[in-house]
Structure formats: structure tokens, C-alpha cells
Nanobody, 127 residues
Framework: QVQLVESGGGLVQAGGSLKLSCVDS????????MAWFRQAPGKEREFVAS????????DYADSVKGRFTISRDDGKKMLYLQMGSLEPEDTAVYYC????????????????????WGQGTQVTVSS
């Protein structure tokens, strides 16, 4: 069973930073794009950022562009999301995800195109 496991969430004040990590223990997505999504209470799951298979191309939601950075280290089986200038509106459960298909470039923003999800890590930003 493919496993993605996130870590690094927590409580932070507005303006602060957090770095989320996701381990792809079976190296299932080492040659594929991956993404981060988030879901706030009462809201639908939304795209945050994606990265292509070798890390040379990235995509960000407008709401996080310039504040968040997605990266990967396939040697360590890791996907990262460095979050800065955090705002209360960033409060959500954050998920890493692997797509159903193979994407040598960027995977899609539609969460329905992803079949492998981690358990999520809670990020809470206080004002």
C-alpha cells in the first residue's frame, strides 16, 4: 500500500513560518509530479502547490504565491512545503498527494486527479 506521511504542522503566529514534510516511503512518486493541498473547516479541499518530477518546475495557487515554496529531495524520498508570512487564512489541514497518472511536467490542480493522499497535518495560524 502506497504511503505518504506528512509532518511539521503546528500552531504559529501570523507572520511566522513553518516547513511541512511528506515522506514517500515506497518511492512511488519519485518519477512523477506531486502536490500539496489544504482543507479548512467547512471548505472544499484546495490546491496549494505542485512540483514536477525533477523539481525544476513549480506551480502555486495565487493565495500563496511568493510566500510558500514547494521542493523535493528524491534521494530522501521527501516532499517539502516551506511556508512563510503565514496568515490566519492559511489555517487548514495540509495534505501531500500523488496523482493517478504519470506527469513529467506539472500535475493538475484538480484534487480529483489524485489517488494517493497522506493523513494530513494541521496548521493553525493565530492572529
Amino acid at each position: 500500500q502506497v504511503q505518504l506521511v506528512e509532518s511539521g504542522g503546528g500552531l504559529v503566529q501570523a507572520g511566522g513560518s513553518l516547513k511541512l514534510s511528506c515522506v514517500d516511503s515506497d518511492r512511488t512518486f519519485v518519477s512523477n509530479g506531486m502536490a500539496w493541498f489544504r482543507q479548512a473547516p467547512g471548505k472544499e479541499r484546495e490546491f496549494v502547490a505542485s512540483i514536477n518530477w525533477h523539481g525544476g518546475n513549480t506551480d502555486y495557487a495565487d493565495s500563496v504565491k511568493g510566500r510558500f515554496t514547494i521542493s523535493r529531495d528524491d534521494g530522501k524520498k521527501m516532499l517539502y512545503l516551506q511556508m512563510g508570512s503565514l496568515e490566519p487564512e492559511d489555517t487548514a489541514v495540509y495534505y501531500c498527494a500523488g496523482p493517478r497518472a504519470i506527469y513529467y511536467n506539472l500535475p493538475p490542480r484538480d484534487p480529483h486527479e489524485y489517488t494517493t493522499w497522506g493523513q494530513g497535518t494541521q496548521v493553525t495560524v493565530s492572529s
